[in-house]
């Protein structure tokens, strides 16, 4: 509750807190927004591969152009500007940046930025959920032992998420269910890039007018993000997957607590303890009123009959049994919340969320019959989906994780609603391939881990 007061006192310091961004994408662009109007920050570089991109979002945000013509990361940091590079090796120095963005999204290049980020000695705000959902947990362990922070970003729905499950611990709730709300039909598993916007009602002249990118709208809608984003928040809270994956049950915001409880009582989960995703839409395609689409919530229990009173007593919306309630938050605004995390990491040394343990896996799934020979094109596109499960199962079968799932070719073919394993490629990632080589590690550290305590 005091981030902006030690903001303050930084700035009124001389000392505000220095910050490389790499990536001027929405989410970048979004934090750009508002990190020039609180005071605290200063956006010492931006990197992306396109320096006329990043030129037009530090405009298109209200930044004077003269406030951006540094010629280098040190020379902003002495005149109180900003420098755009295209190299974001050139903002890892933490004798000059302190915490790092990484708003690329894309799990291949966040995952190299992050450990060169920490080799660096820089704090990282990971907005490239993809990233963490392929090797989260490595992740946190690297910056751990370069005395450093790594956090998820604050505004995106898991760093959110995990803001709701600790406040419930540590009230002394009982969590039973966490996560987001989406728009979500069945058949939407295996829509395409090329029929994308009939789902959302548009058409493909007015979304190319609005900029609207096709992947990425597909993601949201395939199952995908969601998967990722859970897997993230399984991850950080120790909230379970359940076995099958999400089931995206359709639920109001007033039903949330009838809804997420444990079959035995009534709801729709396989138990007690479980992340999971509430879909805007009846099976029938009709809306949800008052649905959740943008938001999140956290599902919790009394416990007791003096603390299911007190829950009465305010006002508290429950089941009919007066045991679960639930608490909600109606909209996210991402990139615009992001200083939250920036602030937390340098000033308080603490993440908005970090991945504890490897709990729940994003893997990828066959949309259609795949036949050796294919070149999968990863999320968002015509071949994979991401599917939610278990990270166990993930190891035991060879799963090939979503965020890796792009530009490797099948060498076996994998039939409709099949995991991708690892057998099934022509051809492994290279060894140049951070996020792969993470993934892999991770994988081995947890089979080993698995061998010593069966043995």
Known sequence: ????????ERQAAGEPVRVGVIGAGAFGTMFLSQARRAPGF?????????????RAALARTGWPQESYGAASVAEAAASGETCITTDARELMDSSIV???????????AGMAHALGAFEAGCHVVMVTVEADA?????????????????????????????EMVDWARTTGFEVVAAGKGTRYLPIYHSSTPETVWGHYALTAERAAQAGFNAKMFNSFLDGTKSAIEMAAVANATGLRPAPGGLGFPPSSTDELASVLRPREDGGTLAGSGLVEVVTSLHRDGSQVEKDLRWGVYVVFKAGNDYVAGRMADYGMATDESGEYSALYRPYHLIGLELGVSVASVALRGEPTGVANAWVGDAVAVAKRDLA?????????????????????ASVEAGAVPIGLAGGVTLGAPVAEGEVVRWEHLAELPGEGNAAYAARREL???????????RG
């Open 98 to 108: 302190e915490v790092i963005v990484e708003a690329t999204g894309s799990p291949v």
């Open 134 to 162: 392929v090797a989260g947990p490595l992740l946190a362990q690297r910056a751990a032992e370069a005395g450093v922070v790594y956090s998820m970003a604050y505004g995106d729905q898991p760093a959110l998420i995990c």
């Open 443 to 453: 994988e081995e550290a947890t089979k080993a881990q698995g061998a010593a305590v």
């Open 1 to 8: 509750m005091n981030l902006s007061r030690m903001l303050a």
């Open 42 to 54: 200063h956006v010492v570089g931006v990197a992306d591969l396109d320096a006329e991109r990043a």
């Open 372 to 392: 050796a020979g294919e070149t999968l094109d990863g999320e968002g596109g015509y071949t994979v989906w991401g599917r939610l499960q278990p990270a166990a």
